[in-house]
Structures are given as structure tokens and as C-alpha cells.
């Protein structure tokens, strides 16, 4: 049996550990062991661990936070992702991003034979969007506005960025220094403090169309939902739950769904590594055939 773990810096609430077995073209079942384990925020646990188990499993990913952030063909180094990881010599390492570019980049095509035609909405709320480029491309083609809150979760700017043209010339401004800002500012919300926080309830409640973490969409939207359809993951049943209660209509999972969890793009980047064996993190061109090959789809569920 293969393995693949992903360290994450999120809650170890969300811990989970599965088996699964993936057929290729071949007719080939291949069993891999997928595991994540959360730190709760704490960097220097999570680079105990990456230490402990390089060299004894088949891949390794980093969760809750990225090593590098991808935005037209350049990688922007986060350097307090990369202190955590400095000690990985022998087992192959990925952050998902790579896999999240190719699976968020195709996101309308994947799920359309689940959406059958896909709706136009009025607008998409992206609530951070730095490392969900291919999201934000995807959502504007089926969105008539676009708005990506990543200056008001991180500074507080009370205003969203509008458009993915306007995002990314930001972002080319800001990529260079937001690599040295510290994990407890790059971070995700929600690994040490659990409490519900909801903020800028106005663009939430403007939006037909939330996309993004769930980290933020748990944390910080309004209990109110009612009518919306949410695209993300890293879904538990209590995440799904809690979409319910808030009046959520759908719930689009960009990865597949194992024993009630959808795992984050880390992870299974890390079981496609491990999947394919060739002890080194794979080009966006093999991802693509993999996720082909493998069939991997997107989870449509729908709650109200």
C-alpha cells in the first residue's frame, strides 16, 4: 500500500484518514493510504512532522497554507510556508497548487455533466482569491461580476477587488512582499480561533455565487444563505451541515468525495503523486492526463 499525508497547519479537528483505490487505464487498482494531519496553527509541529516522515511515505503535501503562489506561468516563493518544509531532502513534496490551477481551471467543463447547463449569475464572491487564480477564471465565465475580497480579509479594506484583470495586476504588485509577511498573517482563518466572526455581511448577501476556502466561507459569512450556491473544498459532513442550516442551495466540491470528506487540492495532489510513482512532484501536463485517466470530478450536492 502506497501512502500520502498532508501536514496542514489547519485544526486537527479536521483530521481524517482513508483508504482508497484508484484504477487507471490500465485496469490496475492501486491502494493508497490518505492522511492528513492538522497542527492548529503551529508552524514548527508541522516542520517536526515533515522531518519525521520524509523518506517513509510516498508523498507528502503541505495544507493550509502554500509553499509558492502560481499566477501566469511565474511561482511566487512564500518563505514562511518554505522554512517549514526546509527539511524534506528525499520524499516527493507539493502544495496543491499546481493540481488546484488544473482542477479549478476546468472547473465548467468537469462539472458540467453534473450542472447540465450551467447557470449565469449576477455575481461571484471569491473570498480570497491569491491562490485560487484558476477559480476566479472559472467563475468568470459564468458570473456577470466577480468580486475577490482578499484586501478585506487581510487588511481590512472594506471594499472587494473587481475582476480578475484588476486581481491580477494587484497581485503582481503585492506577490513579492506578501512572500515574507508571517504564517499568522498568510494563514487561513480558523486553526486556533474556531469562533464564527461574520464580517462584510453586505457583499455575502450581493452575491448569488460564494467560491472559495471554507475556511473563510464557515468563519466569516453571514448565517444567512439562503438561495446561494457555494463552490469550494475541504468539505466535512459538519461543513455540509452547516451550508444547510444557513440556506445554502447547492454545494459544489472541486475534488471527489471519500467517506463522507472531501480532502483539499494538496492532498490529493500528493495522492496522484503517490499514485504515480515517479518520486517526484508532477508537471501540470501529467495532472491534466491524470485527472482524466482517473476520472476525478467534482461533488455536486444539493441541500435546500
Do not use: C
Not at 500500500?1 to 498532508?6: P, T
Not at 447547463?117 to 482569491?129: D, H
Not at 477564471?137 to 484583470?165: C, E, K
Amino acid at each position: 500500500m502506497k501512502r500520502a499525508v498532508s501536514i496542514s497547519l489547519g485544526s486537527p479537528k479536521r483530521d481524517k484518514k482513508v483508504i482508497v483505490h484508484l484504477k487507471g487505464a490500465d485496469g490496475k487498482a492501486v491502494e493508497i493510504s490518505v492522511e492528513r494531519i492538522g497542527t492548529g496553527g503551529d508552524a514548527l509541529a508541522a516542520r517536526h512532522l515533515f522531518a519525521e516522515l520524509d523518506g517513509k511515505v510516498d508523498a507528502l503535501s503541505v495544507g493550509g497554507i502554500d509553499l509558492y503562489v502560481h499566477l501566469d506561468g511565474r511561482d511566487y516563493p512564500i518563505r514562511a510556508a518554505l522554512k517549514m518544509v526546509q527539511d524534506v531532502h528525499i520524499t516527493p513534496l507539493v502544495d496543491g497548487r499546481m493540481l488546484k490551477y488544473a482542477l479549478e481551471g476546468r472547473l465548467v467543463e468537469l462539472a458540467q455533466p453534473l450542472i447540465g447547463e450551467w447557470p449565469r449569475f449576477q455575481r461571484a464572491f471569491v473570498p480570497f482569491g491569491t491562490d485560487r487564480i484558476g477559480l476566479i477564471s472559472a467563475v468568470s465565465a459564468i458570473a456577470d461580476q466577480v468580486w475577490i475580497g482578499d484586501l478585506m480579509f487581510m487588511f481590512g479594506v472594506p471594499y472587494p477587488i473587481r475582476g480578475l484583470t484588476q486581481f491580477k495586476k494587484l497581485a503582481r504588485l503585492l506577490l513579492p512582499a506578501v512572500g515574507f509577511l508571517p504564517v499568522s498573517v498568510l494563514f487561513p482563518p480558523g486553526a486556533k480561533d474556531e469562533a464564527l466572526h461574520p464580517k462584510f455581511e453586505t457583499i455575502w448577501r450581493k452575491s448569488d455565487l460564494i467560491a472559495g476556502d471554507m475556511h473563510y466561507i464557515r468563519k466569516y459569512s453571514p448565517q444567512d444563505l439562503g438561495g446561494k450556491v457555494v463552490i469550494t473544498n475541504t468539505t466535512t459532513e459538519e461543513n455540509v451541515e452547516m451550508l444547510r442550516q444557513r440556506g445554502v442551495s447547492k454545494v459544489l466540491t472541486t475534488t471527489p468525495r471519500y467517506d463522507g470528506r472531501s480532502f483539499g487540492v494538496n492532498m490529493m495532489e500528493a495522492v496522484l503523486t503517490a499514485y504515480a510513482g515517479k518520486e517526484r512532484p508532477l508537471t501540470m501536463a501529467e495532472l491534466n492526463g491524470l485527472i482524466d485517466e482517473l476520472q476525478m470530478r467534482p461533488h455536486l450536492e444539493t441541500l435546500n
